[in-house]
């Protein structure tokens, strides 16, 4: 590893990584701290390296000392639990003589991001790194035709867990990267990482012009296109045009993505979620039913997982609804219901794919679930009460109308509630309800049957037609009688 100033963190690092090094080489680039004599006391082999602005020359200075058979590299701010120990020199033995990507977590308090960085090779001379910022080894290991494997192992790295250190490492990369896009205007690996480092500093415009001419090479020399920063770059592209509100321009980029990439499970989930926001249902779950299964765990950028899943689900869960695929979509309401069983708002989607489905009963067993956890809301006892109507069952409905509260006025519920009245011929409740449905419809209130052509127009003119349902079930009621 290469450190400067690490006091803090390097106690934690070194004592997560005993018992699984053979040797630790460090090379230090003008600490002014403790870090040193840190470093000696966990047994270091410490060398000193004066620092140039490239991360890359200090991490091949580091290699030099290296003399065991694989190379395991480290930043200060990294820890690896012990218990990811064993799974590491399992797949050393497992795939010998190749090098491993581990999952890379950047944590952020209860969250963060998870991507595979290769981050173990064999100790071969020749293989250097590369790059001013975000030194890259991979390319040797490409040349000289090494197999790279993914590993479930993971190192946790705590450098970006506040907007502070984002913002000073992203200033820190963009001055070096400066550096070295004035040596190499075109070097694709510069121009990517000097868009991470420009977002982060919220200089999108810049970033977008840097992956612009990412991608622009990428069009002049097709064989880039197989590059995993092109890959990742477009990824980029789309989410910065997403942040720009350039949302037209993202769907027509994605388009071509999908083409260029059509493997990319990234690019595919990012096509359908721009579909899902502009309720395009059926496009959304064309790209996103493919991925019903996707984990996400082998992306090459960083990526909150969990959140991401939780997305699909339930985009593909709504776009599935939407699409009259029921059984999909109750799938994906399970899961999320699975996953969180205090969001409500699954259990009213599962509700509704039930009742879609035309299992009123599965339907009332969903709100059942929710209120189990949730009792007394009144968004699931709404739910459940027009499902009672649903199924002509008023004795149930007007008992949980009584304990609706702040829904007993709502059009619909007051409409299920003038059916109710129709219904059971009560004249008075009949009157009561008309008259409050006309309120809640901005109608000056008369008696029944004056404004029935203005109330009957007004519910045919509000986007849920339950309202409208439940008016004309009372009315045909009231005729046939």
Known sequence: MIVKNEEKDLPRLLSSIKGLADETIIVDTGSNDNTVDIAKSYGAKVYHFPWCNDFSAARNESLKYATKDYILWLDADDEIKHEEHHKIRNDLKRYKGAGLFLRLKNVYGDSGTDFLQLRIFPNHKGIIFEGRVHEQAIHCLEEKMIPTY?????????????????????????????????????????????????????????????????MELARLDPSLYMKDVIMLGASDKAAVLYELGKEDEMLSFLLECKTLFPNDVLILYLLGEQYYRRKDYENAYKELINLQDETFTKLLTPINIHETRMCLLNHLGISSLFTGDFLTAE??????????????????????????????????????????????????????????????????????????????NDVEVTAGRFLIACKSLHVQDMQRYYQILQEKLSIFPKPFPENFSETKDRLSGLEDEKGKSLFDSAINFLLKK
């Open 331 to 408: 799938r994906c309401f399970k899961k999320l219901i699975d996953n969180d069983p205090m969001d409500k708002a699954n259990y009213h989607y599962l509700s509704l794919v039930k009742e879609k489905a035309g299992d009123i009963e599965g339907a009332i067993s969903a709100c059942d679930e929710g209120l189990k956890r949730h009792a007394m809301d009144s968004y699931l006892m709404k739910r459940k009460y027009l499902l009672y109507l649903s199924k002509e069952s008023y004795a149930e409905a007007l008992e949980i109308y009584e304990d609706l509260n702040g829904y007993s």
């Open 150 to 214: 993914a590993s479930e192992a993971q190192v946790l790295h705590h450098g970006y867990d506040t907007n502070e250190n984002v913002a000073e490492k992203s200033k820190r990369n963009r001055d070096i990267l400066e550096i070295e896009i004035k040596e190499r205007p075109d070097n694709i690996n510069a121009l990517f990482f000097m868009s991470k480092a420009l977002r982060g500093l919220g200089e999108k415009e810049r970033a977008l012009a840097c992956l612009d001419r990412l």
